[in-house]
């Protein structure tokens, strides 16, 4: 009877084991079915361009914030540190910069997150074929696409700042500059900034008003028009892209056929015939 009491008493136990086990076993299961079918793959990439969406809110956010003061223990310089420099008409030209330069930049950070936002909902909703084929056919064709997307509104977000300067003649308050210069380097076009820093200045002390304003304003519908080629260039150069896979994919499957691999090793051997021979000739001139 003591015997059947202790049979009793674990069996609750050993069950108790047993479905924790097939509880964990499910789970990994679970997880390795999600590697196989490339889901948690693409729930990280996706993932990845969601944060870089917030991320431009978050410091676009802050860079509207901090710019506005100045911190001598990093030599930052807010926009106000310059109204030392201006004269009365100027300070009050330069508080109505601040405003217009604050109220575009902070509709182009919301621009900017709509834009990486569209781009990522369709990277989601991509056929996923293996981890390689999802990179080369989505992935990269959405990260050309957000690069030169985000690079032509923030030359045009330039292009309009530097007229409105050259109009009121006056500093126009730029808070996205270093979010500005990161993608220049990268795309080349730092060089169209006139000045630097967080200020877009509307003036020269040896140029009168319409001078500058002609010269100025010229120089603005440059950059906007620079900014239209950019996007027009994002599109070709993905284009392009797609085609050149294309056409490796079609090289790559030629290559691996019978008549590929037979014209593969003729192509070989004349390439080893005709080096060879080169170096031959190499060998006797110098020695």
């Known amino acids: 009877m003591e015997n ?43 993932l ?56 575009l930049c902070l509709a182009t950070i919301y621009v900017l997150f709509l834009f990486v936002k569209k781009r990522t909902n369709q990277l989601e909703d991509s056929a996923y074929e293996g981890l390689i084929h999802y990179m080369y056919k989505s992935v990269f064709p959405t990260m050309i696409m957000i690069f030169g997307e985000v690079l032509a509104l923030l030359l045009f977000l330039v292009g309009i700042l530097s007229l409105v300067a050259a109009i009121l003649s006056s500093l126009v308050y730029f808070p996205l500059a270093d979010m500005f210069q990161l993608l220049g380097e990268m795309g080349d076009v730092n060089d169209l900034r006139d000045g630097s820093g967080i200020w877009i200045q509307g003036y020269n002390e040896y140029s009168t008003y319409f001078e500058f304003l002609k010269s100025g304003g010229l120089g603005s519908l440059g950059i906007m028009a620079v900014s239209a080629f950019v996007l027009v260039g994002t599109y070709i150069f993905k284009e392009v ?35 060879g021979g080169l170096f031959s000739e190499i060998l006797e001139d110098i020695f």
């Open 4 to 46: 059947e009491n202790v049979a009793q008493e674990s069996t609750p136990a050993m069950s108790t084991n047993l479905g924790f086990g097939d509880m964990v076993e499910s789970e990994v299961k679970n997880l390795l079915d999600r590697i196989d079918n490339g889901n948690i793959f693409k729930f990280i990439i996706v």
């Open 241 to 275: 892209y797609q085609y050149l896979i294309k056409l490796v994919i079609k090289l790559v499957e030629f290559s691996i056929s019978k008549n590929g691999i037979l014209i593969l090793f003729i192509g070989i051997v004349l390439s080893y015939l005709v080096i």
């Open 48 to 103: 990845f361009f969601r944060l870089i969406g917030w991320g431009i809110i978050a410091s676009g956010l802050w860079a509207c914030i901090i710019n506005m003061f100045s911190d001598d223990d990093s030599y930052r310089y807010g926009y106000f540190s310059k109204f030392e420099n201006l004269e009365g008409m100027q300070q009050f030209t330069s508080v109505i910069g601040f405003l217009i330069g604050l109220v």
